[in-house]
């Protein structure tokens, strides 16, 4: 059986699931084939989440990443960073390489919602800002995107969302310290 950890949403027969737990056995004894499995199904839920939330915006023409580009420089707004953010910063904010992020500012400059200036005390530097179509983009896109997001969690009660939400912060915290 050569299925793939990211389509383990194929597994919901027993058999099937079964020759697959086997064959995580056989390949790698070592490893814990639960912990495979919810890599799977990690993977999955990520990537549909990310469909929905590119689906609803989409008809503003932003992806997901763009959109979470904005909200950064919103919050960065907010945050005492109302002369803008770094493209380093965004980089940080947005877990992506700056390679990523040059180019999503580059697009949402060309699209005019966002700026680039140069810092103000130092000259080698760049900042990026809001513009105001920038601001009322997610202004208008926000709460439709807030909703869309909750529709995703319906199927969870209010304290299983928490629960959930615990152990994504438990498993980001626990990846996190392995990656210093």
């Known amino acids: 059986?050569?299925?793939?950890?990211?389509?383990?949403?194929?597994?919901?027969?027993?058999?099937?699931?079964?020759?697959?737990?086997?064959?995580?056995?056989?390949?790698?004894?070592?490893?814990?084939?639960?912990s495979v499995l919810l890599f799977g199904q990690v993977m999955r839920a990520s990537s549909?989440?990310?469909?929905?939330a590119e689906k609803n915006l989409g008809?503003?023409?932003l992806s997901w990443a763009k959109f979470r580009l904005l909200m950064?420089?919103?919050?960065?707004?907010?945050?005492?960073?109302?002369?803008?953010?770094?493209?380093?910063e965004l980089s940080d904010a947005q877990g992506v390489s700056r390679n990523t992020v040059s180019a999503l500012i580059a697009s949402l400059e060309a699209e005019?919602?966002?700026?680039?200036?140069?810092?103000g005390t130092d000259r080698r530097r760049f900042v990026i800002?809001?513009?105001?179509?920038?601001?009322k983009i997610l202004k208008t896109k926000l709460d439709g995107e807030f909703q869309c997001v909750t529709r995703?969690?319906?199927?969870?009660?209010?304290a299983e969302r928490q629960t959930f939400l615990d152990f994504l912060s438990r498993l980001n915290q626990s990846l996190e310290e392995q990656q210093k």
Request: hydrophobic letters at 35%; one cysteine or more; proline letters at 6%.
């Open 72 to 88: 950064n420089l919103h919050r960065g707004e907010h945050r005492e960073r109302a002369e803008g953010m770094q493209p380093s």
């Open 152 to 158: 995703c969690f319906a199927g969870f009660s209010a």
């Open 112 to 119: 005019g919602l966002i700026s680039r200036a140069l810092h």
């Open 129 to 135: 800002r809001l513009t105001p179509a920038g601001r």
């Open 48 to 52: 549909l989440l990310e469909q929905a």
């Open 1 to 34: 059986m050569r299925l793939h950890p990211l389509h383990s949403h194929r597994l919901n027969d027993d058999a099937t699931r079964r020759k697959f737990l086997d064959f995580i056995r056989r390949v790698s004894p070592a490893a814990d084939p639960t």
């Open 59 to 61: 008809a503003a023409g």
